[in-house]
């Protein structure tokens, strides 16, 4: 795939973007909002700077379901496409808290036989009045807020997330801890996630994906996860340590698809354990040579099983490339 992106400020309270690339909202390990772990697409933002405590952000993209049209003019059929917006306030309250208001909901297009206009609510700015007023047949929606609070040596944030169609809910609450800032940097991080039927439709073709992977949270619907995370940097050679628990009910890594699938509900837990050494060349991009090593241990079944993986390699951070899921 090929991303990229031009950036565009004409004046200090007026930003524009547009490209082909992905967006990430959140303080988090994980976002149950809006993550960074689906396929890129083309997109479009605005971000108005009210004061220095307000801003207003709008996001629209061209999103796919790989599902192919049954009829076409070009040598592949092409896939159905829907659109997607996210209209983001965030305000801040004072110099150590932040607070925001989130609506991202998917417009349909019709399906694989019949083209549709996007109801006009795709082009509202105004947010939540879309996830209310739209029609649940054409459209889906997750509503969230977001706050984050810091401290001296201690960030803490998290995030709430409703979809108004299916009742479904998620949250996440975590927290980021600085023993050692400098020369010796030191980061510890524990973070936990939930989502229940969030992402659903009552379309399955309406559902929060891009590419049929999940726009929220990397696993999508029905997870519980704990996250723990430590990292120490000393003249850009690094050390990190993940430690990662998901815990199953009636999961079905299937229920976000465009299309229905027979159910495949899981019980069970997963654990994923990594170590990481490496070195950054550039911090700005996070460019860096890496060794590294994890274990997957996956018990869901009847009978249990897990990987043991070894990379060598150098590599940016440009755009995230999730691995412990």
């Not at 019709?110 to 700015?125: C, F, I, K, Q």
Request: cysteine-free; proline content about 4%.
């Amino acid at each position: 795939f090929a991303f990229g992106e031009i950036n565009y400020r004409p004046h200090k309270s007026l930003y524009f973007a547009a490209g082909n690339g992905q967006r990430f909202i959140g303080d988090g390990y994980r976002s149950i909002l809006q993550s960074d772990n689906g396929v890129v697409s083309p997109f479009m933002q605005v971000t108005y700077t009210v004061n220095q405590k307000l801003k207003i952000h709008h996001y629209r993209n061209k999103l796919t379901n790989l599902v192919r049209r049954p009829q076409s003019a070009t040598v592949e059929a092409l896939y159905e496409t829907k659109l997607g917006s996210i209209n983001y306030i965030s305000y801040q309250a004072t110099t150590k808290w932040n607070i925001a208001l989130f609506e991202g909901t998917v417009y349909g297009q019709g399906d694989s036989l019949n083209r549709e206009r996007v109801s006009t609510l795709y082009y509202n700015p105004i947010p939540v009045l879309g996830a209310l007023l739209a029609d649940p047949k054409k459209a889906n929606s997750i509503i969230g807020l977001q706050s984050s609070y810091h401290l001296t040596k201690a960030h803490i944030y998290g995030q709430w997330a409703v979809n108004p169609h299916t009742k479904g809910m998620g949250g996440q609450l975590g927290v980021r801890y600085y023993p050692l800032t400098g020369a010796h940097f030191l980061q510890l991080q524990l973070e936990l996630n939930y989502t229940g039927n969030l992402y659903n439709a009552s379309h399955p073709r309406l559902s929060y994906s891009q590419s049929n992977l999940p726009m929220g949270h990397i696993k999508g619907n029905n997870i519980q996860e704990i996250v723990v995370k430590g990292s120490y940097e000393f003249k850009r050679i690094y050390a990190e340590l993940k430690e990662i628990f998901y815990h199953y009910k009636d999961y079905d890594a299937f229920s976000h698809l465009p299309v229905l699938m027979e159910s495949n509900a899981q019980n069970g837990f997963q654990v994923h354990s990594s170590i990481e050494i490496g070195y950054r060349f550039n911090p700005s991009i996070n460019f860096s040579a890496f060794i590294g090593y994890a274990n997957n241990y996956v018990n869901v079944s009847a009978t249990p099983y897990f990987s043991n993986t070894l990379q060598v390699g150098i590599r940016t951070g440009l755009i995230n490339s999730y691995r412990d899921f």
